[in-house]
T-cell receptor, first 116, second 115 residues
């Protein structure tokens, strides 16, 4: 069975601080996909990144970066120089190999509050 | 770019009534997923359809049914509504046959309130 753990329920930072959101996953599959989604107060789920299990390259996109480590089953997300607009709930999610219709298993989410 | 469309955005029903939620996937997407998110919880997978056939099934109550039509839109039918069905219902779509881009993109959600 798949499982995603986000141990940090809530994180509060001051604007311009760097913050890392942790994600640990469990799966028996050798091929799988990892995702991060953002859910701002307005409620929609916004896709941020997808990482394939066979690609351990770290990725940077602007102020966002992701660290995928298969050895520790972790897929952590770092926001550099946080801004108030980053305030949201962030979900890490896992799916089995693609093939049409495979579900996402979400972690419980981390509420990030960025204050002035 | 076109996104997933869900209607209605808000719905208020009484206990034991029925509700129908609609989802229009991103053009060319062949797979639709339904998720339920209770207050303060993570989204829970209900059901998915690939090329109009049911693909995967999660913790969907027997009172709920869904289908994907020939134009790829999907409907989630909910009967004998209970207070506990109050939640945000998300539809997502993906292009599953293109394995390199099988990412689920979510609609804005339908907020269902059962009184």
């Amino acid at each position: 069975a798949q499982k995603v753990t986000q141990a940090q329920t809530e994180i509060s930072v001051v604007e311009k601080e760097d913050v890392t959101l942790d994600c640990v996953y469990e799966t028996r599959d050798t091929t799988y996909y990892l995702f991060w989604y953002k859910q701002p107060p307005s409620g929609e789920l916004v896709f941020l990144i997808r990482r394939n299990s066979f690609d351990e390259q770290n990725e940077i996109s602007g102020r966002y970066s992701w660290n995928f480590q298969k050895s520790t089953s972790s897929f952590n997300f770092t926001i550099t120089a946080s801004q108030v607009v980053d305030s949201a709930v962030y979900f890490c999610a896992l799916s089995e190999a693609p093939g049409g219709g495979n579900k996402l298993t979400f972690g419980t989410g981390t509420q990030l509050k960025v204050e002035l | 770019a076109a996104g997933v469309i869900q209607s209605p955005r808000h719905l208020i029903k009484e206990k034991r009534e029925t509700a129908t939620l609609k989802c229009y996937p991103i053009p060319r997407h062949d797979t639709v997923y339904w998720y339920q998110q209770g207050p303060g919880q993570d989204p829970q997978f209900l059901i998915s359809f690939y090329e109009k056939m049911q693909s995967d099934k999660g913790s969907i109550p027997d009172r709920f049914s869904a289908q994907q039509f020939s134009d790829y839109h999907s409907e989630l039918n909910m009967s004998s509504l209970e207070l506990g069905d109050s939640a945000l219902y998300f539809c997502a779509s993906s292009l599953a046959r293109d394995l390199g881009t099988d990412t689920q993109y979510f609609g804005p959600g339908t907020r269902l309130t059962v009184l």
